[in-house]
């Protein structure tokens, strides 16, 4: 007779949670609840240009309140797996939402950069608190042969979320002014706590880290065990690359944009485009990954996002063509993002997957920051736009190496990981 392993929930096409929620109504609230993470994460991105003109203030003077938001997000993936640990992952995952939406919500009345940069760190501490928990949440009700592609489409919200607030900040901004896209971004999520609450509960995520309450062993210790180490090394140092190129373009591009001769009103539909190349590229790669392997679709997608920004940095190419081959680089990099949290959900048992999906994009965050920074330095000392996007060409050229390493490091040794 087959029996439910202990601590697993049942993953099968009939699945229905304890609380009588379907497999699909837990994915699709993860999925929303991570999509207005990412709005809320990029709005500041597509936000500056028009605060700058406002305030009358240069752009790169918005580098603080850029990497404020990467500290937040690293605070909160590094503290959402042992908290969630302690105090359960529904009451975190909740807070998280509830830290990020009040947080944002009261980032509408920032004066000044100082105020602006502390509000975007609280928020952000939410936002870095939330991820883990939705895609652990999410994997665990799946079928354990499709795990890897609920990561991806649930981890696919934040560049969703990017499409989202690029295509109505613009309108938003030019009817009601900046402050309507931090309002409406607060809201949103706080009115779905009561249905992430729900799902989180339901999910069955809380029984399983149950299991490591009260004992001795760190969750963090425990991703370099049991053959563990080189795989997490390794997928630290991908996530950080990875992260680092993509989020010097995606804050940057709406104020570089400027210098192709976009009003700064319009400037986030460059966020849109990078958002829907991200978008696309996390589809394709849904559809060919059991056929490619996670591996070869991620070194094709740096592969791709390496292109276009040649492209984009050296080619005579029209105006109108900026935002297609941003595009190409959104679904190059955002793939490369979301993949290393199908990475870390494949590497990792059911206890470790919050832990693991939240230090791994940690280490992306840390990416993050550098990043951004880097590009409001070169801003500043009057870099060209096209030189500035042409230096994200090394970090993913690096992430490439360090893809190919990893799968010379499976193919070698693969330890033997718990499936559920």
């Given at each position: 007779m087959?029996?439910?392993?202990?601590?697993e929930?049942p993953?099968?096409?009939?699945?229905k949670?304890?609380e009588?929620?379907s497999?699909?109504?837990?994915?699709?609230?993860?999925?929303v609840i991570v999509l207005l993470?990412?709005?809320?994460?990029t709005?500041?991105a597509?936000?500056?240009?028009?605060?700058?003109?406002?305030?009358?203030?240069?752009?790169?003077?918005f580098?603080?309140?850029?990497?404020?938001?990467?500290i937040?997000?690293?605070?909160?993936?590094?503290?959402?797996?042992?908290?969630?640990?302690r105090?359960?992952s529904r009451?975190?995952?909740?807070?998280?939402?509830?830290i990020?939406?009040?947080?944002?919500l009261?980032?509408a009345v920032?004066?000044?950069?100082v105020?602006?940069?502390i509000?975007?760190?609280v928020?952000?501490?939410?936002?870095?608190?939330?991820?883990p928990?939705?895609?652990?949440?999410?994997?665990?009700?799946?079928?354990?042969?499709?795990?890897?592609t609920?990561a991806?489409l649930?981890?696919?919200?934040?560049?969703?979320?990017g499409?989202?607030?690029?295509l109505?900040g613009g309108?938003?901004?030019?009817s009601?002014?900046w402050?309507?896209?931090f309002?409406?971004?607060?809201?949103?999520?706080?009115?779905?706590?009561?249905a992430?609450?729900?799902?989180?509960?339901?999910?069955?995520l809380?029984?399983v880290v149950?299991?490591?309450?009260?004992g001795r062993?760190?969750?963090?210790?425990?991703?370099?065990?049991?053959g563990?180490?080189?795989?997490?090394?390794?997928?630290?140092?991908?996530?950080?690359?990875?992260?680092?190129?993509?989020?010097?373009l995606?804050?940057?591009i709406?104020?570089?944009?400027?210098?192709?001769?976009f009003e700064?009103?319009?400037?986030p539909?460059?966020?849109?485009?990078?958002?829907a190349?991200?978008v696309?590229?996390?589809?394709v790669?849904?559809?060919i990954v059991?056929r490619?392997?996670?591996?070869?679709v991620?070194?094709?997608?740096m592969?791709?996002a390496?292109?276009?920004?040649?492209?984009?940095?050296k080619?005579p190419?029209?105006?109108g063509m900026?935002?297609?081959?941003?595009?190409?680089?959104?679904?190059?990099?955002?793939?490369?993002?979301?993949?290393?949290?199908?990475l870390a959900?494949?590497?990792?048992p059911?206890?470790l997957?919050?832990?693991?999906v939240?230090?791994?994009?940690?280490?992306?965050r840390?990416g993050?920051?550098?990043?951004?920074a880097?590009?409001g330095?070169?801003?500043?000392?009057?870099?060209s736009?096209r030189?500035?996007?042409?230096?994200?060409?090394?970090?993913?050229l690096?992430?490439?190496l360090?893809?190919?390493?990893?799968g010379?490091v499976?193919?070698?040794?693969r330890?033997?990981l718990?499936?559920?």
């Amino acid at each position: 007779m087959n029996k439910t392993p202990k601590n697993e929930l049942p993953a099968g096409p009939s699945w229905k949670g304890t609380e009588g929620m379907s497999r699909n109504w837990v994915i699709a609230i993860c999925f929303v609840i991570v999509l207005l993470d990412g709005l809320d994460t990029t709005s500041i991105a597509f936000v500056a240009p028009v605060l700058a003109r406002e305030w009358g203030i240069a752009a790169a003077a918005f580098t603080p309140a850029f990497i404020a938001t990467s500290i937040g997000a690293v605070i909160g993936y590094l503290a959402c797996g042992p908290l969630a640990q302690r105090f359960g992952s529904r009451t975190i995952g909740v807070g998280s939402v509830v830290i990020f939406g009040l947080g944002t919500l009261l980032t509408a009345v920032a004066y000044d950069i100082v105020s602006l940069s502390i509000l975007r760190l609280v928020s952000a501490i939410g936002l870095g608190g939330v991820l883990p928990i939705a895609v652990a949440a999410a994997a665990q009700v799946a079928a354990p042969q499709h795990k890897e592609t609920v990561a991806m489409l649930v981890a696919t919200g934040l560049s969703a979320g990017g499409v989202v607030g690029g295509l109505v900040g613009g309108p938003l901004m030019q009817s009601f002014g900046w402050t309507s896209v931090f309002i409406m971004g607060g809201i949103l999520p706080l009115v779905l706590v009561p249905a992430f609450s729900h799902v989180v509960a339901g999910s069955g995520l809380e029984n399983v880290v149950a299991t490591k309450k009260g004992g001795r062993a760190s969750p963090v210790a425990a991703l370099f065990r049991d053959g563990l180490l080189p795989f997490t090394a390794l997928l630290w140092l991908f996530a950080f690359f990875t992260f680092l190129a993509a989020f010097a373009l995606s804050f940057w591009i709406p104020t570089l944009l400027v210098s192709f001769g976009f009003e700064p009103a319009n400037t986030p539909i460059g966020a849109a485009a990078f958002g829907a190349g991200g978008v696309a590229g996390n589809l394709v790669m849904m559809t060919i990954v059991s056929r490619l392997g996670m591996k070869r679709v991620l070194l094709a997608a740096m592969l791709l996002a390496i292109v276009c920004v040649a492209l984009i940095g050296k080619a005579p190419i029209p105006a109108g063509m900026v935002l297609p081959l941003i595009a190409g680089v959104g679904a190059g990099l955002i793939t490369g993002c979301v993949g290393q949290s199908a990475l870390a959900v494949s590497f990792y048992p059911p206890a470790l997957r919050a832990t693991g999906v939240g230090y791994a994009a940690a280490c992306g965050r840390l990416g993050s920051i550098l990043g951004p920074a880097l590009g409001g330095a070169m801003l500043s000392f009057g870099w060209s736009a096209r030189d500035i996007i042409l230096t994200t060409i090394l970090p993913a050229l690096l992430a490439m190496l360090t893809v190919t390493v990893l799968g010379l490091v499976e193919r070698n040794r693969r330890p033997v990981l718990n499936p559920g």
